[in-house]
Protein backbone atom coordinates (compact mmCIF):
# COMPACT_ATOMS: atom_id res chain seq x y z
CA UNK A 1 0.00 0.00 0.00
CA UNK A 2 3.03 2.29 0.61
CA UNK A 3 3.55 4.57 -2.59
CA UNK A 4 6.78 4.47 -4.19
CA UNK A 5 6.44 7.60 -6.44
CA UNK A 6 5.59 11.28 -5.36
CA UNK A 7 2.22 11.67 -4.03
CA UNK A 8 -0.32 12.37 -6.47
CA UNK A 9 -2.74 15.09 -4.63
CA UNK A 10 -6.47 15.19 -5.00
CA UNK A 11 -6.93 18.67 -7.16
CA UNK A 12 -9.19 21.19 -5.51
CA UNK A 13 -12.28 19.73 -7.13
CA UNK A 14 -11.34 16.12 -6.48
CA UNK A 15 -11.40 16.86 -3.04
CA UNK A 16 -14.35 18.61 -2.46
CA UNK A 17 -16.00 15.51 -4.51
CA UNK A 18 -14.24 12.99 -1.90
CA UNK A 19 -15.50 14.92 0.97
CA UNK A 20 -19.03 15.55 -0.48
CA UNK A 21 -19.11 11.67 -0.78
CA UNK A 22 -17.74 11.08 2.58
CA UNK A 23 -20.22 13.53 3.89
CA UNK A 24 -22.98 13.22 2.13
CA UNK A 25 -23.48 9.43 2.75
CA UNK A 26 -22.87 9.87 6.53
CA UNK A 27 -26.00 12.50 6.52
CA UNK A 28 -28.01 9.91 4.07
CA UNK A 29 -27.37 7.00 5.86
CA UNK A 30 -28.14 8.75 9.34
CA UNK A 31 -31.03 10.16 7.87
CA UNK A 32 -32.40 6.72 6.79
CA UNK A 33 -31.55 5.36 9.92
CA UNK A 34 -33.11 8.12 11.73
CA UNK A 35 -36.69 8.11 9.89
CA UNK A 36 -36.79 3.99 10.25
CA UNK A 37 -36.08 4.49 14.15
CA UNK A 38 -38.54 7.04 14.61
CA UNK A 39 -41.47 5.24 12.74
CA UNK A 40 -40.62 1.37 13.19
CA UNK A 41 -38.28 1.30 16.12
CA UNK A 42 -35.27 -0.13 13.36
CA UNK A 43 -32.29 0.75 12.11
CA UNK A 44 -30.89 0.86 8.78
CA UNK A 45 -29.24 -2.12 9.20
CA UNK A 46 -31.97 -4.04 10.67
CA UNK A 47 -33.99 -2.69 7.50
CA UNK A 48 -31.29 -4.40 5.19
CA UNK A 49 -31.30 -7.28 6.39
CA UNK A 50 -35.08 -7.93 6.13
CA UNK A 51 -35.15 -6.71 2.97
CA UNK A 52 -31.75 -9.38 2.15
CA UNK A 53 -33.89 -12.32 3.70
CA UNK A 54 -37.46 -11.51 1.95
CA UNK A 55 -35.64 -11.65 -1.30
CA UNK A 56 -34.19 -15.12 -0.33
CA UNK A 57 -36.27 -18.58 -0.68
CA UNK A 58 -38.40 -19.30 2.46
CA UNK A 59 -37.29 -15.70 3.74
CA UNK A 60 -34.32 -17.43 5.18
CA UNK A 61 -30.54 -16.98 4.45
CA UNK A 62 -27.16 -18.24 6.38
CA UNK A 63 -25.59 -15.65 8.53
CA UNK A 64 -22.22 -15.96 6.55
CA UNK A 65 -24.58 -15.40 3.55
CA UNK A 66 -26.38 -12.34 4.63
CA UNK A 67 -22.98 -10.67 5.86
CA UNK A 68 -21.33 -11.11 2.57
CA UNK A 69 -24.40 -9.82 0.87
CA UNK A 70 -24.22 -6.74 2.77
CA UNK A 71 -20.55 -6.58 2.78
CA UNK A 72 -20.46 -6.19 7.01
CA UNK A 73 -18.42 -8.30 8.78
CA UNK A 74 -19.48 -11.29 10.75
CA UNK A 75 -19.41 -10.05 13.82
CA UNK A 76 -21.50 -7.38 12.73
CA UNK A 77 -24.49 -8.81 11.58
CA UNK A 78 -24.18 -11.56 14.58
CA UNK A 79 -24.94 -8.63 17.00
CA UNK A 80 -27.75 -7.21 14.85
CA UNK A 81 -29.70 -10.30 14.20
CA UNK A 82 -29.34 -10.91 17.94
CA UNK A 83 -30.85 -7.56 18.66
CA UNK A 84 -33.79 -8.41 15.93
CA UNK A 85 -34.50 -11.90 17.54
CA UNK A 86 -35.66 -10.32 20.47
CA UNK A 87 -37.31 -7.75 19.24
CA UNK A 88 -39.16 -11.25 17.22
CA UNK A 89 -38.16 -10.06 13.45
CA UNK A 90 -36.32 -13.10 13.00
CA UNK A 91 -35.23 -16.41 14.35
CA UNK A 92 -32.04 -18.90 14.19
CA UNK A 93 -31.72 -22.16 14.39
CA UNK A 94 -28.68 -24.47 12.88
CA UNK A 95 -28.52 -25.45 9.65
CA UNK A 96 -30.33 -28.76 9.05
CA UNK A 97 -28.24 -29.24 5.94
CA UNK A 98 -24.84 -30.20 7.63
CA UNK A 99 -25.42 -28.88 11.33
CA UNK A 100 -22.91 -26.21 10.83
CA UNK A 101 -23.54 -22.52 10.44
CA UNK A 102 -27.06 -20.75 11.81
CA UNK A 103 -29.78 -20.03 9.39
CA UNK A 104 -31.42 -17.19 10.01
CA UNK A 105 -35.37 -16.95 8.99
CA UNK A 106 -37.86 -14.27 8.98
CA UNK A 107 -40.71 -14.04 11.35
CA UNK A 108 -44.34 -13.04 10.01
CA UNK A 109 -43.96 -10.16 12.01
CA UNK A 110 -40.94 -9.01 10.31
CA UNK A 111 -42.47 -9.74 7.18
CA UNK A 112 -45.06 -7.17 8.44
CA UNK A 113 -43.17 -4.86 9.37
CA UNK A 114 -41.08 -4.87 6.56
CA UNK A 115 -43.82 -4.46 4.39
CA UNK A 116 -45.10 -1.17 6.15
CA UNK A 117 -41.58 0.05 6.16
CA UNK A 118 -40.48 -0.45 2.75
CA UNK A 119 -43.00 2.77 1.11
CA UNK A 120 -41.54 5.39 4.02
CA UNK A 121 -37.57 4.09 3.36
CA UNK A 122 -38.13 4.61 -0.73
CA UNK A 123 -39.66 7.93 -0.32
CA UNK A 124 -36.27 9.07 1.64
CA UNK A 125 -34.10 7.19 -1.06
CA UNK A 126 -36.12 9.38 -3.12
CA UNK A 127 -36.61 12.66 -1.28
CA UNK A 128 -33.08 12.33 -0.03
CA UNK A 129 -30.88 11.21 -3.30
CA UNK A 130 -32.64 9.99 -6.11
CA UNK A 131 -34.62 12.77 -6.86
CA UNK A 132 -32.33 15.66 -5.75
CA UNK A 133 -30.60 15.17 -9.40
CA UNK A 134 -30.90 13.98 -13.37
CA UNK A 135 -30.84 10.68 -13.78
CA UNK A 136 -27.80 11.07 -15.78
CA UNK A 137 -26.03 11.83 -12.88
CA UNK A 138 -27.54 9.16 -10.52
CA UNK A 139 -26.22 6.63 -13.54
CA UNK A 140 -23.09 8.16 -13.26
CA UNK A 141 -22.91 7.47 -9.25
CA UNK A 142 -24.27 4.12 -9.95
CA UNK A 143 -21.59 3.33 -12.50
CA UNK A 144 -18.46 5.13 -10.10
CA UNK A 145 -19.82 2.97 -7.41
CA UNK A 146 -20.17 -0.51 -9.00
CA UNK A 147 -16.62 0.11 -9.88
CA UNK A 148 -15.51 0.24 -6.11
CA UNK A 149 -17.57 -2.35 -5.28
CA UNK A 150 -16.00 -4.85 -7.62
CA UNK A 151 -12.68 -3.81 -7.44
CA UNK A 152 -12.52 -4.17 -3.49
CA UNK A 153 -14.76 -7.59 -3.60
CA UNK A 154 -12.35 -8.81 -5.95
CA UNK A 155 -9.34 -7.92 -3.87
CA UNK A 156 -10.80 -9.37 -1.53
CA UNK A 157 -12.21 -12.91 -2.17
CA UNK A 158 -12.84 -14.30 1.24
CA UNK A 159 -15.55 -11.67 1.02
CA UNK A 160 -17.63 -13.59 -1.62
CA UNK A 161 -20.80 -14.52 -1.75
CA UNK A 162 -20.73 -18.43 -0.66
CA UNK B 1 -42.54 11.34 6.44
CA UNK B 2 -44.56 8.91 5.90
CA UNK B 3 -45.83 9.34 1.99
CA UNK B 4 -49.00 9.82 0.75
CA UNK B 5 -49.27 8.91 -2.56
CA UNK B 6 -48.55 6.01 -4.13
CA UNK B 7 -45.32 4.67 -3.69
CA UNK B 8 -42.88 5.28 -6.46
CA UNK B 9 -40.90 2.41 -6.17
CA UNK B 10 -37.19 2.44 -7.51
CA UNK B 11 -36.73 0.98 -11.11
CA UNK B 12 -34.32 -1.86 -10.85
CA UNK B 13 -31.66 0.02 -12.35
CA UNK B 14 -32.40 2.82 -9.58
CA UNK B 15 -32.26 -0.09 -7.14
CA UNK B 16 -29.16 -1.51 -8.33
CA UNK B 17 -27.14 1.62 -8.48
CA UNK B 18 -28.82 2.47 -4.85
CA UNK B 19 -27.46 -0.53 -3.67
CA UNK B 20 -23.78 -0.13 -5.52
CA UNK B 21 -23.80 3.54 -3.48
CA UNK B 22 -24.68 1.28 0.28
CA UNK B 23 -21.81 -1.63 -0.68
CA UNK B 24 -19.40 0.27 -2.67
CA UNK B 25 -19.03 3.02 0.19
CA UNK B 26 -19.13 0.41 3.03
CA UNK B 27 -16.32 -1.39 1.28
CA UNK B 28 -14.68 2.02 0.27
CA UNK B 29 -14.35 2.76 3.92
CA UNK B 30 -13.47 -0.38 5.54
CA UNK B 31 -10.32 -0.37 3.45
CA UNK B 32 -9.23 3.39 4.01
CA UNK B 33 -9.78 2.50 7.28
CA UNK B 34 -7.96 -0.64 7.18
CA UNK B 35 -4.87 0.60 5.58
CA UNK B 36 -4.62 3.72 8.17
CA UNK B 37 -4.73 0.99 10.85
CA UNK B 38 -2.57 -1.39 9.59
CA UNK B 39 0.75 1.34 8.68
CA UNK B 40 -0.45 3.81 11.49
CA UNK B 41 -2.79 2.62 14.15
CA UNK B 42 -5.44 5.19 13.35
CA UNK B 43 -9.09 4.80 11.93
CA UNK B 44 -10.09 6.74 9.02
CA UNK B 45 -12.17 8.71 11.96
CA UNK B 46 -8.70 9.95 13.64
CA UNK B 47 -7.39 10.67 10.58
CA UNK B 48 -10.03 13.02 9.42
CA UNK B 49 -9.78 14.63 12.67
CA UNK B 50 -6.40 14.84 12.26
CA UNK B 51 -6.56 16.67 8.78
CA UNK B 52 -9.45 19.29 9.60
CA UNK B 53 -7.08 19.96 12.84
CA UNK B 54 -4.60 20.51 10.39
CA UNK B 55 -6.20 23.20 8.52
CA UNK B 56 -7.72 25.46 11.60
CA UNK B 57 -5.37 27.96 12.96
CA UNK B 58 -3.63 26.85 15.41
CA UNK B 59 -4.35 23.17 14.70
CA UNK B 60 -7.08 23.67 16.92
CA UNK B 61 -10.91 23.68 17.21
CA UNK B 62 -13.57 23.38 19.32
CA UNK B 63 -14.83 19.91 20.08
CA UNK B 64 -18.34 21.25 18.78
CA UNK B 65 -17.20 22.76 15.60
CA UNK B 66 -15.24 19.73 14.75
CA UNK B 67 -18.17 17.88 15.12
CA UNK B 68 -20.17 19.50 12.68
CA UNK B 69 -17.27 19.69 10.49
CA UNK B 70 -17.50 15.79 10.15
CA UNK B 71 -20.87 15.71 10.21
CA UNK B 72 -20.55 13.14 13.34
CA UNK B 73 -22.88 13.14 16.77
CA UNK B 74 -21.02 15.04 19.45
CA UNK B 75 -20.78 11.74 21.33
CA UNK B 76 -19.12 9.84 18.65
CA UNK B 77 -16.44 12.96 18.33
CA UNK B 78 -15.89 12.94 21.98
CA UNK B 79 -15.10 9.59 22.22
CA UNK B 80 -12.32 9.28 19.03
CA UNK B 81 -10.88 12.75 20.09
CA UNK B 82 -10.60 10.63 23.98
CA UNK B 83 -8.95 7.69 22.27
CA UNK B 84 -6.31 10.35 20.10
CA UNK B 85 -5.72 12.14 23.74
CA UNK B 86 -4.07 8.66 25.06
CA UNK B 87 -2.39 7.80 22.03
CA UNK B 88 -1.03 11.75 22.43
CA UNK B 89 -1.80 12.60 18.93
CA UNK B 90 -3.79 15.89 20.20
CA UNK B 91 -4.66 17.58 23.79
CA UNK B 92 -7.72 18.89 25.19
CA UNK B 93 -8.48 21.69 27.12
CA UNK B 94 -10.98 24.23 28.40
CA UNK B 95 -11.91 26.82 25.89
CA UNK B 96 -9.68 30.00 26.88
CA UNK B 97 -12.12 32.01 25.54
CA UNK B 98 -15.21 31.72 27.54
CA UNK B 99 -14.73 28.64 30.00
CA UNK B 100 -17.07 26.81 27.96
CA UNK B 101 -16.22 24.18 25.52
CA UNK B 102 -13.40 22.16 24.86
CA UNK B 103 -10.54 22.74 22.47
CA UNK B 104 -8.99 20.03 20.53
CA UNK B 105 -5.85 20.72 19.55
CA UNK B 106 -3.15 18.84 17.52
CA UNK B 107 -0.04 17.94 18.87
CA UNK B 108 3.49 17.70 17.48
CA UNK B 109 3.10 13.62 17.12
CA UNK B 110 -0.37 14.24 15.60
CA UNK B 111 1.23 16.34 12.84
CA UNK B 112 4.10 13.90 12.14
CA UNK B 113 1.62 10.98 11.91
CA UNK B 114 -0.48 12.82 9.82
CA UNK B 115 2.18 13.86 7.27
CA UNK B 116 3.23 10.50 7.03
CA UNK B 117 -0.38 9.21 6.58
CA UNK B 118 -1.69 11.67 3.78
CA UNK B 119 0.49 9.89 0.55
CA UNK B 120 -0.65 6.74 1.61
CA UNK B 121 -4.53 7.37 2.47
CA UNK B 122 -4.47 9.70 -0.72
CA UNK B 123 -3.00 6.61 -3.08
CA UNK B 124 -5.75 4.26 -1.67
CA UNK B 125 -8.29 7.08 -2.41
CA UNK B 126 -7.04 7.48 -5.60
CA UNK B 127 -6.86 3.66 -6.71
CA UNK B 128 -10.36 2.35 -4.90
CA UNK B 129 -12.00 5.28 -6.38
CA UNK B 130 -10.95 8.54 -8.11
CA UNK B 131 -8.52 6.22 -10.58
CA UNK B 132 -11.38 4.00 -11.43
CA UNK B 133 -13.55 5.97 -13.43
CA UNK B 134 -13.60 8.95 -15.76
CA UNK B 135 -13.22 12.74 -14.72
CA UNK B 136 -16.86 13.35 -15.87
CA UNK B 137 -18.23 10.46 -13.94
CA UNK B 138 -16.21 11.23 -10.63
CA UNK B 139 -17.82 14.74 -10.85
CA UNK B 140 -21.28 13.63 -11.31
CA UNK B 141 -21.02 11.45 -8.19
CA UNK B 142 -19.45 14.73 -6.51
CA UNK B 143 -23.00 16.91 -7.96
CA UNK B 144 -25.17 14.26 -6.48
CA UNK B 145 -23.35 14.05 -3.02
CA UNK B 146 -22.90 17.58 -3.01
CA UNK B 147 -26.91 18.05 -3.38
CA UNK B 148 -27.20 15.60 -0.56
CA UNK B 149 -25.33 17.09 1.75
CA UNK B 150 -26.86 20.79 1.16
CA UNK B 151 -30.14 19.39 1.54
CA UNK B 152 -29.56 17.44 4.58
CA UNK B 153 -27.60 20.13 6.22
CA UNK B 154 -30.39 22.69 5.62
CA UNK B 155 -33.06 20.37 6.95
CA UNK B 156 -30.56 20.25 9.98
CA UNK B 157 -29.90 23.82 11.21
CA UNK B 158 -28.64 22.11 13.99
CA UNK B 159 -25.92 20.51 12.79
CA UNK B 160 -24.92 24.07 11.04
CA UNK B 161 -21.08 25.00 11.65
CA UNK B 162 -21.33 27.27 14.95
Known amino acids: MA????????DDEQQRDWRALVIGTTLLMDQLDDDLRAAFG?????????VRLSESEGRAMRMAVLADALRHSRSRVTHTVARMERSGLV????????????????????HALLTRAA??????????LV???SPE???????????VADRLVSGHPDRDIR
Open 131 to 133: DLV
Open 91 to 110: VRAACADDGRGIIATMTDKG
Open 3 to 10: PTQPTRWL
Open 42 to 50: VSLAEYEIL
Open 119 to 128: PVHVAGVRAN
Open 137 to 147: DFAALGRVMNA
